[in-house]
């Protein structure tokens, strides 16, 4: 009879049984040793007991040795139990093949432990294979042990059916979530074994290489280093374990799943899910197999389901396996009459899984699968770190936002806004930028739209709003000879939406005495356009107060003319796209300059002024000039300038224009 360990095999123990165990020693018939306390009787019945007895035993010595068995141990080893006495109880059922169950076998012979229990898989003598349960007792009274094997196949099989049930869905019958993490744990674990015993090849190779003479071989040096032109990876994979170190991932999402339950029910959806199951497990079988047999497909929940490549090839092989899985759902699925189509979306990672976590390769595949999403559904993005560092920036500075207004980060800088008929500068706009202590100066589309999405926008907009209106008002107290300057605030629609903007302009206009009509609020175009109800309402109040509205980036959204007429705007700024168009001086493009000119014309017959932005050149001024063009702005004149820089420019000469 033989028999397998449950677990990783390890070499015998120094201690040799033949040292141990004297095989040549006769022991009495087990029983014929007198009882305390047992009557003859007694001691009959306790033998006959012990040999028809359905647990298989055998009574062994302190060597280790079998003084005797019952006929239930006989027929499990295929053999007589008197022909069993004197034999090593340890190679009957494998004790010896691994050290730490050895150890507890001996401690327990010794009397040094009260009892030892293990699981082994023996061979039975029929030939099926079996899981025992071999448990070691003293014999109370006696100096010898019980040994005893217990047939625990139907309950491992049990357990086995139990697992399988906990580790795999119901509807697609593929390994769920939990036994996904199992399997890409485990891949991990042995990638990181895989990079240590290379760096160990690596290093034996060295010595060898370092310490190999000519000898006997002659020039070819020592026997078993690595040649020219081999490479420690070739040599290693020469041993064939045929391993890369690297795992692969493709995390995939059914786009508009809902819909499908929401409309045809989940029955229709279950089989849709069991449908897409198949598909992909046929993807990955064909892909290729691994040291762990096919790439693991499983359902990581709803309709989120993962492909595990494990000791993969490279992002070209994740590549091909995400092409072809697109390809397969996008033929129609035919599920009892009804034919559905259905797309999937693909994140894609590819990496050495020495260093790697599970949690860090899930994020990582769901921020690619994210990313699909947001590229437009029905394709794969393969992870790209720049873009991921570019995210956690973002989210870093999403994190900081609001303490950052409390700590006074934020910093306004003002670029003028030139009148092109004279030079003058009539006002400026104010421009925020953030003093950040990790990455240094940003620029406002750096952090703006976060600040809109997560609604910080509102405190930051009140705080720039209150500092250039303020700021504005001191030009005006230190220059009282001069014509006062307006300035203009960008604002955004969510300041609208959720704050009183009307409430807050009058308050900060009266807090720190600027007059309105020297306050301008810029809005974009696709914001006021869309404009309706509250919005709309406080575009009214704020012009009839006697602030100015203007238009930002004017001919880049809705460009809707009509409505243009019934908002309360005073002011159009021109994006400057239609500007550098006026650039190329040589070989202008007329149809830029007849658009510009057609917006200006009609801009003035609404009662607008308008104001182009990006002037970069005196070229561009003296075309802008000559279309009728109100107010420019732009490198030409200055960039944004902290506040102490904008005196210079009150009162001096006329700008170029």
């Known amino acids: 009879m033989s028999g397998t360990p449950e677990g990783p095999v390890h070499p015998e123990p120094p201690e040799t049984r033949a040292a141990e165990s004297s095989l040549t020693e006769r022991h009495p018939p087990y029983g014929s040793e007198p009882r305390v306390g047992c009557s003859p009787s007694e001691l009959r019945d306790y033998r006959a007991a012990f040999r028809v007895a359905q647990l298989a035993m055998a009574v062994i010595d302190q060597d280790g040795v079998v003084v005797a068995a019952n006929d239930s141990f006989g027929t499990l080893l295929g053999a007589e139990p008197e022909a069993l006495r004197e034999q090593a109880a340890a190679d009957l059922v494998d004790l010896a093949s691994d050290g730490r169950t050895w150890h507890a076998y001996r401690e327990v012979l010794r009397g040094r432990r009260s009892r030892f229990r293990c699981t082994r898989r023996l061979k039975h003598a029929d030939g099926r294979s079996?899981?025992?349960?071999?448990?070691?007792?003293?014999?109370?009274?006696?100096?010898?042990?019980l040994l005893s094997i217990a047939d625990i196949s139907d309950r491992r099989e049990l357990q086995a059916r139990l697992r399988h049930l906990q580790m795999h869905d119901p509807v697609t019958r593929l390994p769920n979530r939990a036994l996904f993490f199992e399997r890409l744990s485990a891949a991990l674990e042995a990638s990181a074994q895989d990079a240590a015993d290379l760096a160990s090849a690596a290093a034996i190779a060295g010595t060898a290489s370092a310490s190999a003479t000519v000898g006997p071989l002659g020039a070819a040096g020592a026997a078993g280093a690595v040649g020219p032109g081999e490479t420690i990876s070739s040599s290693y994979e020469s041993y064939g374990y045929g391993r890369t170190g690297r795992i692969g991932l493709c995390y995939l999402d059914l786009d508009g799943f809902k819909a499908v339950n929401d409309t045809l029910g989940h029955r229709v959806g279950d089989r849709l899910l069991a449908a897409v199951a198949a598909r992909l497990t046929e993807c990955a079988d064909s892909d290729g197999y691994t040291r762990s047999g096919g790439h693991l497909v499983a359902r990581l929940g709803g309709d989120e389901f993962a492909i595990l490549v494990e000791d993969s090839t490279g992002t070209e092989q994740l590549a091909d396996l995400a092409r072809s899985v697109l390809g397969a759902?996008?033929?129609?699925?035919?599920?009892?009459?009804?034919?559905?189509?259905?797309s999937a979306s693909i994140g894609v990672v590819e990496r050495s899984g020495s260093g790697t976590t599970a949690t860090a390769l899930m994020q990582d595949a769901d921020t690619t699968l994210y990313w699909a999403k947001a590229d437009g559904k029905a394709r794969w993005t393969l992870f790209d770190p720049e873009r991921n560092a570019h995210r956690m920036t973002r989210q870093a500075l999403s994190s900081t936002l609001r303490p950052a207004v409390e700590r006074g980060e934020f910093a306004l800088e003002y670029q003028p806004l030139v009148d092109l008929a004279d030079g003058a500068v009539r006002g400026v706009e104010a421009l925020v930028r953030w003093n950040h202590p990790q990455f240094g100066v940003l620029p406002p589309n750096r952090f703006v739209g976060i600040a809109e999405e997560d609604g910080s926008i509102v405190e930051l907009g009140r705080w720039v709003l209150r500092t250039s209106c303020r700021q504005a008002?001191?030009?005006?107290?230190?220059?009282?000879?001069?014509?006062?300057i307006f300035v203009s605030v960008n604002v955004a629609v969510r300041q609208v939406w959720d704050?009183?903007?009307?409430?807050?302009?009058?308050?900060?206009?009266?807090?720190?005495?600027?007059?309105?009509?020297?306050?301008?609020?810029?809005l974009t175009e696709s914001a006021v356009m869309g404009s309706a109800g509250?919005?709309?309402?406080?575009?009214?109040?704020?012009?009839?107060?006697?602030?100015?509205?203007?238009?930002?980036?004017?001919?880049?959204?809705?460009?809707?003319?009509?409505?243009?007429?019934?908002?309360?705007?005073?002011?159009?700024?021109?994006?400057?796209?239609?500007?550098?168009?006026?650039?190329?001086?040589?070989?202008?493009?007329?149809?830029?300059?007849?658009?510009?000119?057609?917006?200006?014309?009609?801009?003035?017959r609404l009662g607008l002024t308008v104001t182009a932005e990006c002037v970069e050149t005196s070229g561009q001024?003296?075309?802008?000039?000559?279309?009728?063009?109100?107010?420019?702005?732009?490198?030409?004149?200055?960039?944004?300038?902290?506040?102490?820089?904008?005196?210079?420019?009150?009162?001096?000469?006329?700008?170029?224009?």
């Open 534 to 604: 509250r919005p709309l309402q406080a575009l009214q109040a704020l012009s009839d107060m006697g602030v100015r509205i203007a238009i930002d980036d004017f001919g880049t959204g809705y460009s809707n003319l009509a409505y243009l007429s019934r908002l309360p705007v005073s002011v159009l700024k021109l994006d400057g796209s239609f500007v550098r168009g006026f650039q190329d001086e040589e070989h202008a493009n007329p149809a830029d300059e007849l658009i510009v000119e057609a917006l200006v014309q009609l801009a003035h």
């Open 621 to 657: 001024a003296s075309r802008l000039r000559r279309i009728g063009c109100d107010t420019g702005q732009g490198w030409l004149y200055s960039r944004a300038v902290a506040p102490d820089r904008i005196p210079e420019l009150i009162g001096t000469e006329p700008l170029p224009v």
């Open 499 to 522: 704050s009183d903007l009307v409430a807050d302009v009058a308050g900060i206009l009266a807090e720190t005495g600027l007059a309105p009509h020297l306050l301008q609020l810029e």
């Open 473 to 484: 008002r001191q030009w005006q107290k230190d220059h009282p000879r001069e014509r006062p």
């Open 329 to 342: 759902l996008q033929r129609p699925f035919d599920l009892g009459g009804q034919r559905l189509s259905v």
């Open 130 to 145: 079996l899981w025992a349960e071999v448990t070691v007792a003293p014999v109370p009274d006696s100096r010898r042990v």
